[in-house]
């Protein structure tokens, strides 16, 4: 019921958007996340947007990523700049109808839904 798109192989600096849109059926979502997973790591949050506007970044990525939403079209965008190779990882998007609080946005159990993922790979 999330789609995420727009992955790929880059070089290291270069940049990537991905995209996230929710099905028809999912209605109201209140938080949406990008998380990603790299080879033998643990999932990790990199961005939280909530349908009020409010946006959380991990550190690792602060000043290089922008998380966005277009509500009307259930979706959600991860603008990727600077890129490095320690963002090599598969990218999920995530999402629940209530507001997650914020010791909670790490842990893949607070969403109710997931993306298959998307592979991005930088290059050094």
């Known amino acids: 019921q999330l789609q995420a798109s727009g992955g790929g192989l880059v070089q290291a600096g270069g940049s990537l958007r991905l995209s996230c849109t929710a099905s028809g059926s999912i209605l109201s979502i209140y938080d949406m996340a990008w998380h990603r997973q790299a080879p033998g790591k643990q999932r990790e949050l990199v961005a939280r947007s909530t349908s009020s506007g409010g946006t959380n970044y991990a550190d690792s990525v602060k000043g290089r990523f922008t998380i966005s939403r277009d509500i009307a079209k259930n979706a959600m965008y991860l603008q990727m700049n600077s890129l490095k190779s320690e963002d090599t990882a598969v990218y999920y998007c995530?999402?629940?109808?209530?507001?997650?609080?914020?010791?909670?946005?790490?842990?893949?159990?607070?969403?109710?839904?997931w993306g298959q993922g998307t592979l991005v790979t930088v290059s050094s």
């Open positions: 995530a999402a629940k109808t209530q507001r997650i609080i914020h010791s909670m946005l790490g842990e893949p159990s607070s969403y109710d839904y």
